[in-house]
């Protein structure tokens, strides 16, 4: 079973800052890629940003240049840099990995969920 722990949510007023991490454990070589999902009150769950186990990685297009997403393999912990961060931005964020099954298949594990508050 992998665990995944995301942390780093708070309050921010609009313009500021937000580093969310995502520690996960499990097989690293069964590791496949880690996703950054958000949903807020009301709406359904979205990608925000991801990223592979070669280090590809991709953004919704209302975070580009703004959020950055990074891995350390060696911490098995995947970051989400948010900058200028919005009251739009608001949301609970979820973190995503996943595993590459012994049969081929990918499975889904998923964190509690971190809330971000963004203050105009």
């Given at each position: 079973q992998v665990q995944v722990m995301?942390?780093?949510?708070?309050?921010?007023?609009a313009g500021g800052s937000l580093r969310?991490?995502?520690?996960?454990?499990?097989?690293?070589?069964?590791?496949?890629?880690?996703?950054?999902?958000?949903?807020?009150?009301?709406?359904q769950r979205e990608l925000v940003a991801s990223i592979t186990r070669t280090y590809?990685?991709?953004?919704?297009?209302?975070?580009?240049?703004?959020?950055?997403?990074?891995?350390d393999n060696d911490a098995n912990t995947v970051y989400l840099q948010m900058d200028d961060l919005q009251p739009e931005d608001t949301a609970?964020?979820?973190?995503?990995?996943?595993?590459?099954t012994w049969g081929g298949?990918?499975?889904?594990?998923w964190g509690q969920g971190t809330q971000v508050t963004v203050s105009s």
């Open positions: 995301e942390s780093g949510g708070g309050l921010v007023q969310l991490s995502c520690a996960s454990s499990g097989n690293r070589n069964a590791y496949y890629s880690t996703g950054w999902y958000r949903q807020a009150p009301g709406k590809s990685a991709d953004y919704k297009d209302s975070v580009k240049g703004r959020f950055t997403i990074s891995r609970v964020y979820y973190c995503n990995v996943k595993q590459v298949d990918l499975t889904d594990y």
